[in-house]
């Protein structure tokens, strides 16, 4: 398993100039506290003016640079924690990217999103939130242990065991008492996160066929879980924070009765208290630290089960040149199933598409013709015999170089939520108006388009679900064939249009893709008389 800290770390210089900084913050205000204890209190015994200007000045410069260097210490550890979060994220993309699709879909998307959003949100205050305060607890504790040790030793080690209980004993209590309720936490809020996306997406079936009252009562279930699980969380919190503040007052008073007793100067005795009390500042944050870590941890375990799956499709180490562009393309004796418990989809086809030809698959729904659409883009890998692009197994091209031998239009082509001609010129970023008007009117789209007030430049909505079933699938036929890509795969373009329109659609999209190959996926008989061979997959 990838450990988390190279996942999360953010980059060395950062970290340690935050780290840096604050310590400089923390150490400042216990120097200002020091100084103007000892001024106010030797100020009171009215001695020669001249003799306290070392000390005004002392407090005049702690007292600015204090804020001057927490001020900076916030920019870098900001900077700090954004480019962790760029890494991660990036890092996180680059190691999904190549399990989609096939491996994502074993996921809901809403527990996708969660862990790219939340969990990897979380993550970034790995180093920040742990490493820094960490830092600088050790060296401003140290030092004000052994300042005040220098001056009277029971002090310092009162002062000691003090910020030994606050900054050691009080987190790990904390961080023992939350473990489980923060492991809790980032699930729930997971499996709220999932819940709602899903109800919004069926948020129109749910209403139409009444059953939005469970669904409600289901989310509100996971909301309270969630809220129960933060309540003990923040109730844990404040017991860690009052106990800080408790061993806090016990030690200054400790540390005041042992120099008290020990009958050193009475300016000393005010100096020591207000010093301890002050250093406290640096252990205070570890308690907080300490009850996140464990969210943090779980989190960063969801974000790193899913970096680390190794994909089910990868490229090979030495990848063959990216094939010629009129080149055959085979399934041979192809077996392929989803997943390995499941029965194979498809038993031993061999489907041969030769440069240029054009071959229809016909079939019973649920027969496998969307799974050779995947095979062919190496969405899925066979089980058993290959895929061939002129005569070489896909598997030894690199996977760019075979998708983009093809154009997929129709089924599960995806509309994006923009205009019409943004999800156009996906295809072909550089098309010229006319091309795009071209491909529209081989989709026999460019009539309604020209009805529009804005063209192509309306908006489609999400999933295109402005647009009707037939334009939506007609939309990505012409997206398919403004690509230059050799071989069109139409799955089931004609399935939302009557007879007459669909007849006349196929005719055009075939004039349109001449020269290219062409598998038409289809249930219905337009076209069949156009193609060289028409293949049928068992029902
Ligand atoms: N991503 C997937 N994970 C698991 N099983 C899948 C997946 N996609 C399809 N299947 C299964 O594979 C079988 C074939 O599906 P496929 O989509 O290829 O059928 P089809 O012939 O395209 O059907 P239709 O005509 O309805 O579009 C189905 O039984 C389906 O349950
Ligand atoms: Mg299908």
New binding site residues.
């Given amino acids: 398993m990838t450990p988390l800290r190279s996942l999360a770390a953010p980059p060395r210089t950062a970290l340690v100039l935050s780290a840096g900084l604050g310590a400089l913050a923390v150490a400042f205000g216990v120097a200002l506290m020091t100084t103007a204890g000892y001024l106010i209190s030797r100020a009171a015994e009215q001695p020669p003016i001249l003799s306290l200007t070392v000390t005004i000045v002392a407090v005049r410069f702690f007292g600015l640079a204090r804020p001057l260097a927490r001020y900076l210490e916030r920019l870098a550890s900001h900077d700090a924690a954004l480019r962790s979060l760029g890494r991660i994220r990036a890092r996180f993309y680059e190691r999904i990217e190549p399990l989609a699709p096939a491996e994502l879909s074993q996921y809901r998307s809403g527990e996708l999103l969660g862990r790219m959003v939340g969990d990897v949100d979380a993550l970034q205050g790995l180093y920040v939130r742990g490493f820094g305060p960490t830092v600088v607890a050790l060296v401003v504790g140290t030092t004000s242990v052994i300042v005040t040790a220098a001056f009277l030793p029971g002090s310092g080690l009162v002062l000691a065991c003090g910020l030994l209980a606050a900054g050691a004993a009080v987190p790990l209590v904390a961080a023992a008492v939350t473990r489980r309720a923060g492991r809790r936490q980032v699930a729930a809020r997971a499996e709220l996160t999932a819940e709602l996306v899903e109800v919004l997406r069926g948020a129109p079936e749910l209403v139409a066929y009444g059953r939005e009252g469970e669904t409600l009562a289901r989310l509100r279930a996971a909301d309270y879980e969630l809220a129960r699980l933060s309540r003990r969380q923040a109730l844990a919190a404040g017991l860690g924070d009052a106990l800080v503040v408790l061993t806090t007052g016990v030690t200054v008073a400790a540390v005041l009765a042992v120099s008290v007793a020990a009958d050193i100067d009475r300016v000393l005795v005010a100096t020591l208290a207000l010093l301890a009390l002050a250093s406290f500042e640096a252990v205070t944050p570890l308690t907080a630290a300490a009850r996140e870590l464990s969210a943090t941890r779980a989190a960063g375990r969801r974000v790193v089960e899913l970096t680390d799956r190794s994909p089910l499709v990868r490229d090979p180490d030495e990848a063959v040149p990216a094939p010629q562009r009129r080149a055959p393309i085979a399934l041979e004796d192809v077996t392929a199933r989803y997943a390995s418990e499941d029965e194979p989809v498809l038993t031993r086809l061999t489907l041969p598409l030769p440069a240029g030809s054009r071959t229809a698959l016909v079939g019973p729904?649920g027969a496998g013709?969307?799974t050779v659409t995947n095979l062919l883009l190496r969405f899925l890998d066979p089980e058993e015999g290959r895929v061939t692009i002129a005569g070489r197994d896909i598997r030894e091209y690199r996977q760019d170089d075979v998708r983009g031998m093809f154009a997929v239009a129709g089924?599960d082509a995806h509309v994006f939520n923009s205009t019409i001609r943004a999800n156009l010129q996906l295809a072909r970023p550089d098309a010229t108006e006319g091309e795009l008007w071209g491909a529209l009117r081989e989709a026999r789209l460019d009539v309604w388009v020209s009805t529009l007030p804005d063209g192509l430049d309306t908006p489609v909505g999400e999933e295109g679900e402005r647009l009707s079933g037939g334009q939506r699938q007609r939309l990505t036929l012409a997206r398919a064939l403004l690509t230059r890509a050799p071989m069109l795969v139409l799955?089931?373009p004609t399935a939302h249009l009557d007879p007459e329109t669909a007849e006349a659609l196929v005719r055009d999209v075939f004039a349109a893709a001449e020269g290219r190959t062409v598998l038409l996926?289809t249930h219905r008989p337009e076209g069949l008389d156009l193609v060289d061979e028409i293949v049928t997959l068992g029902g």
């Fill in positions: 729904s013709k969307t089924q799955d089931e996926i």
